[in-house]
């Protein structure tokens, strides 16, 4: 079968590090890519791994291993704002390439 | 860049009435999805077009729901009957297309409430 699995709450102080870890079960698929939800907001795109290594785009960096079937996201220098739910999410190689999603992981970030 | 448009963005109806939701993607955007989002889950795909044309439907129950892109442009997406069941935040997104389908763009939804 095809799934993504991440854990459902990570909770940290006001400048510290936070990884995302995101373990996946698939074929085949393109790469592995990162969401931002704000509660009651649309899903913003973060990044995308296509290849294994990392990808830093600020204080985020996305992480892919596809030989341990993992990916992570990695959130430095937490600030306030960051609280929302993290989505990892796919696209397989078996379909027209819908982009499959996680069940997300909320981040609660503390004073 | 004007964004993912999507009305309306509240919805209460109750069961077995019908319901429509509009979304007018991104200018230039061939591709558009129309995902459902249970409350604590992540976004589940219901149907994909690329263009005016279906690619991807496997999830939609096709007994009660309905979709079309209308001259490869504006979508609604269709209800009838609802269910208890079908509550949920219904997202539009849209990107570039084939080769640049993993930034997809969202518009902020419809929450649907069906009592």
């Known amino acids: 079968g095809q799934s993504l699995e991440q854990p459902s709450e990570v909770t940290a102080v006001e400048g510290a590090i936070v990884q995302i870890n995101c373990t996946y079960q698939t074929s085949g698929f393109y790469g592995l890519s990162w969401y931002q939800q704000h509660d009651g907001g649309a899903p913003t795109f973060l990044s995308y791994n296509a290849l294994d290594g990392l990808e830093e785009t600020g204080r985020f960096s996305s992480f892919l291993s596809r030989s341990d079937s993992y990916g992570y996201l990695l959130l430095q220098e937490l600030q306030m704002k960051d609280s929302a739910s993290y989505f990892c999410?796919?696209?397989?190689?078996?379909?027209?390439?819908?982009?499959?999603f996680g069940a997300g992981t909320q981040v609660v970030v503390t004073p | 860049e004007a964004g993912v448009a999507q009305s309306p963005r509240y919805k209460i109806i109750e069961k077995r009435q019908s319901v429509a939701f509009w979304c007018n993607p991104i200018?230039?955007?061939?591709?558009l999805y129309w995902y459902q989002q249970i409350l604590g889950q992540g976004p589940k795909l219901l149907i994909q077009?690329?263009?005016?044309?279906?690619?991807?439907d496997s999830q939609l129950p096709k007994d009660r729901f309905s979709a079309e892109r209308l001259k490869g442009v504006d979508s609604t997406l269709k209800i009838q009957p609802a269910k208890l069941e079908d509550s949920a935040v219904y997202l539009c997104?849209?990107?570039?297309?084939?080769?640049?389908?993993?930034?997809?763009?969202f518009g902020s939804g419809t929450q649907l409430s069906v009592l």
């Open positions: 200018s230039g955007h061939a591709t």
């Open positions: 997104a849209s990107s570039l297309g084939q080769g640049y389908n993993e930034k997809l763009f």
């Open positions: 077009f690329q263009n005016n044309g279906v690619v991807d």
């Open positions: 999410a796919f696209r397989t190689t078996d379909s027209w390439g819908k982009l499959q």
